[in-house]
């Protein structure tokens, strides 16, 4: 669980894994969902499959939602 | 595209997985791959926490508080904010009408005054309004005031 405080928007969020773990990358380099999956995969050391596809991408729209992220 | 989440192949044990933190490589490379997929099947992965009575930025400036409140509305107020009798010395009368958020905003922050109040009045008002505790009248705007929105 990682705590966060949106300063924009005065809320406080938590964020369980692999949410933190996307932020970190797309602050890394910013990218699409399915190069971000890819790249999650990477760093946690596992296959990446369409799943995983299908979980970052849904990830990511919840991040959209609440602000976190932006479609560039 | 949903498909997936209807599956029941969560294993139950995926909970004592995470927990093992110093599990070998395999294991944790396991719980990792349990993780995600515990996110894939529509647990909550983003919970958040709103201040209390903060409420939207535009509602914030929209609330007033009344000085005093109308039980109270034929005390005068002290300089330090404490109701008293009328014509107690150091003390003004009441603004005739409710104050409003954004005026009180900007005299807690950067103590201005209200408008058409002198500035001992004004900080006898404010004093007033530091000291509503929750349950009295004007309480739920003055916390509003002071939360980020």
Redesign the interface.
Known sequence: MTLLYHKPSGVTHFLASPLPEMLALLREVPCGADILAERLCHRLAIPCNDEAVTVVTERLAELAAIGLVHSA | ?HG?DGQPEDRPDVASDIGSVEAPSRAQ?SS??D???L??LG?????????GM?QAAASVNMCTIAVPDAARSTKWIKSDGTLVSKNTANSYPGPTSPLKAADIKNAINYNTSYPGYTSAQSSAYTNYIKKLTQGTAGFTCFASIQ???
């Open positions: 595209m997936e490379k990792r791959r993780l995600l997929r996110s894939a647990g909550a992965a983003i919970i958040t926490i709103r201040p903060a939360n980020p929105a």
